[in-house]
């Protein structure tokens, strides 16, 4: 079969890239120590990250940077200063999640690839599409995808699809989980997770037990082992096998690695009729890592108990010794030296001359001191040879080296040593010259990439922050008071209140009969009030139909906008709701001026701040067309897999239910039928009453109160409680026994 194919590694320091190399891989994934999403790893210093640059493409392999956390505006000009000498370096690829550094990357280093991390939560066409039309040469889907949903994202687009093929597995999908930062005030958007989903729970409906009590794993899934699904998911149009790891091992690398460069050749040999899986690998990949089995995750469309890890992992496992032993001696050294030919010229009154020749064609000669007549001893070629010879620690080897020589003259050792040093030196460095960038404002500016010095951009808009901040002060505008519901029968009670300004409709509960969404948007708009409706987080392709199925509704009901969550939802309802306002929600990240400047390009007419920021850092990137969410449990995790189901088996029936930790906090769990995925919120609602100075701060156009487990009786009172301190400043109080002000305060690093 003629076909390329990439097996990816992760790589958490420099032994575990060479390890990675050694064992097979094409490309491993590295960080730095900063901005990427493994901040507790080993990750490598700026030095060492150079220097595996270097490394990878004299192996002829690739390296990918991981720059997959959201980039504060404090950190844009330490990112491009970071970045630029890898780019000049020759980094191959940036593996990106936030739309800032994306907008940063295609302007300043232009001939960069970036490729759209998982943590872009892409789900579909929608959202690739978009991302290639921007720049991006390669999009790392939701694991959550089946493999015809790949194919699906490959057929529409074309583009490099890059899909894990093993390691662990999140619940949530990724890039929409706040749950470790939320409890512990750790993020998984920033390199932090503190992997919280490992911990036992207890699922509860009202006050009853579902699960068993040896069964407490309830969000913990297998790690994926995607050895049995390699087949179907090239013939999707996979082209990059990613393997999950940069917290573990070079053993753990080099093993996994060696067996899936094992099966892609496989199945490069014989194709997916003679592709057959021996068990004594499965076992290999067993033996290097085992959290309770495998699962083969979403691949096969399939969700349910057989992908949780349920039990509690034994403490104790035995190490197979002699598997770690074979690794370390095959593995974890120098890679085999590179073999390279060569010819030496010994003439008597020239200059000794040395080329070194590549396999790839490269070829390269020095010159060194003149050879003299010979006092004593003329230099022989066997003499000449044997000194050349000496290759160690190079990273070459001779195959072949012919020596020229009149044998009648003279060149001291140390002349010929330095003629070698310098020969294989001149090699390397005409190896990598092709890789090489040299980064200039002129030239910049003829590739359309820069107008200003980076600095001097972010000195601009440091300015226009200030300017607006006075401004929004002086001004003293009043915001509108937006409330999102999740319960249709709060619309009703909260309308004939009359304090909300508007009204966010969660389409995934109102919009399963289209008689009852159409009703509700016109008593909204009757009653002199804005009426949006909210697009579900999860948009694969259930969601997609679901929508469609809705279009000619939502069309006629004329609502004043669309809350759009992701990339794929914003390309979705541009093209299909062309005259429908879109409005960018929370988990559209915009936690610097250029991811705003980014999300508000691509058609939304106003944001909701980042949750994850604290006020001051908020005070950097307000725009004056911003919403605050000052109300509401926040969404922790959305995932494809569902409590229900877990626990008690698929009802199809809506319903919320509870998730106990081991401190006793209670976490809502909302599954959501009409489109099938699960939202797990907050065990503690967040509460800003009391911090009106601080968010009007902020100039917001509007506050949001989110109402997704409150009765009747709660929201009409948070609503009268936020309209009298928000739109009348009035001073009141409404006490409440279990709160948090989330990060507004003490924000994230």
């Excluded at 390279?340 to 009154?349: D, E």
């Excluded at 002349?415 to 030196?425: A, D, M, S, W, Y």
């Amino acid at each position: 079969m003629n076909r390329k194919i990439e097996l990816l590694a992760p790589a958490g320091s420099y032994e575990s890239m060479r390890a990675a190399f050694n064992a097979g891989a094409d490309a491993v994934y590295i960080g730095g120590r900063q901005f990427g999403a493994r901040a507790y790893a080993d990750n490598t210093t700026d030095d060492e990250l150079l220097s595996a640059i270097d490394y990878a493409h004299l192996q002829g392999k690739q390296l990918y940077l991981t720059v997959n956390t959201l980039v504060k505006e404090s950190e844009l000009e330490g990112l491009y200063r970071w970045m630029k000498p890898l780019y000049e370096a020759g980094l191959d690829a940036a593996i990106v999640q936030d739309m800032g550094v994306f907008s940063l990357f295609r302007r300043e280093f232009p001939l960069l690839d970036i490729h759209a991390s998982t943590q872009m939560t892409v789900t579909g066409p929608d959202g690739a599409k978009l991302l290639k039309e921007l720049g991006a040469v390669r999009v790392v889907p939701a694991r959550e995808l089946t493999v015809s949903e790949l194919k699906a994202l490959y057929d529409a687009t074309g583009m490099e699809v890059e899909a894990f093929i093993h390691g662990a597995l999140c619940y949530g999908y990724s890039g929409q989980c706040l749950l470790s930062s939320l409890i512990g005030g750790r993020s998984g958007n920033r390199g932090r997770c503190a992997q919280a989903c490992r911990l036992p729970f207890t699922a509860y409906r009202d006050n009853d037990i579902l699960n068993r009590r040896d069964e407490s794993y309830l969000i913990s899934l297998k790690d994926l082992c995607g050895l049995d699904m390699l087949p179907a998911m090239l013939d999707a149009g996979v082209y990059s096998l990613k393997i999950e790891g940069r917290m573990k091992s070079p053993q753990y690398t080099a093993g996994v690695a060696s067996v899936y460069r094992k099966y892609v050749d496989r199945y490069l040999e014989r194709g997916s009729e003679g592709y057959r899986v021996d068990e004594t690998d499965r076992r290999v990949l067993i033996d290097l890592f085992d959290r309770g089995g495998t699962t083969d995750g979403y691949l096969r469309g399939k969700t349910g108990r057989q992908m949780l890890t349920l039990k509690e992992k034994p403490d104790r496992k035995i190490v197979n010794e002699v598997l770690f032993k074979r690794i370390e001696q095959d593995y974890l050294g120098d890679a085999d030296p590179t073999a390279v030919s060569g010819s030496a010229r010994l003439i008597l009154g020239e200059p000794a001359s040395l080329t070194v020749r590549h396999p790839n064609g490269t070829e390269v000669t020095v010159e060194g001191a003149m050879v003299e007549p010979a006092m004593r001893q003329p230099i022989t070629a066997d003499s000449a040879k044997k000194q050349l010879n000496k290759m160690g620690g190079s990273g070459y080897i001779w195959a072949g080296l012919e020596i020229i020589t009149d044998e009648k003259g003279f060149l001291p050792v140390q002349e010929l040593n330095r003629l070698r040093r310098e020969g294989i030196q001149a090699l390397t460095k005409s190896l990598l010259a092709g890789y090489r960038r040299e980064l200039s404002d002129d030239e910049g500016r003829k590739k359309g990439a820069v107008e200003d010095s980076f600095s001097s951009i972010c000195e601009k808009q440091t300015d226009k922050k200030a300017e607006k901040k006075e401004s929004n002060l002086e001004g003293g505008s009043v915001p509108d008071l937006y409330v999102y519901l999740e319960d249709p029968g709060l619309l009703s009670p909260l309308l004939e209140q009359g304090k909300a300004d508007g009204y966010y409709l969660a389409l995934e509960t109102f919009g399963n009969d289209s008689r009852v969404l159409t009703q509700a948007v016109s008593r909204i708009k009757h009653a002199g009030k804005k009426a949006f409706l909210a697009v579900p987080t999860v948009f694969q392709r259930r969601t997609r139909d679901f929508l469609l199925s809705l279009k000619q509704t939502i069309i006629e009901a004329e609502p004043d906008g669309l809350l759009v969550r992701t990339l794929d939802s914003l390309a979705f309802c541009k093209a299909q709701f062309a005259e429908i306002l879109l409005i960018a929600d929370v988990s559209l990240y915009t936690y610097n001026h250029l991811a705003e400047q980014m999300i508000s390009q691509l058609g939304t007419v106003r944001r909701v701040l980042p949750v994850e920021l604290n006020f001051r850092e908020l005070e950097s990137v307000i725009t004056g067309k911003d919403e605050v969410i000052v109300y509401g449990r926040l969404p922790v995790m959305y995932s494809a897999n569902c409590i229900r189901k877990s626990t008690g088996g698929c009802s199809h029936q809506p319903e919320t239910l509870w998730l106990k930790d081991r401190k006793n906090k209670r976490f809502p769990v909302k599954n959501h039928c009409s489109v099938c995925f699960n939202t797990i919120y907050n065990s503690s609602p967040l509460h800003l009453l009391d911090c009106r100075e601080e968010v009007m701060r902020l100039a917001p156009t509007g506050i949001r109160l989110l109402f997704t487990t409150e009765d009747e009786k709660t929201a009409m009172q948070l609503v009268q409680a936020y309209h009298a301190v928000y739109k009348l400043h009035q001073n009141i109080d409404y006490p409440m026994d279990d709160f948090t002000r989330g990060h507004y305060r003490r924000g994230i690093e």
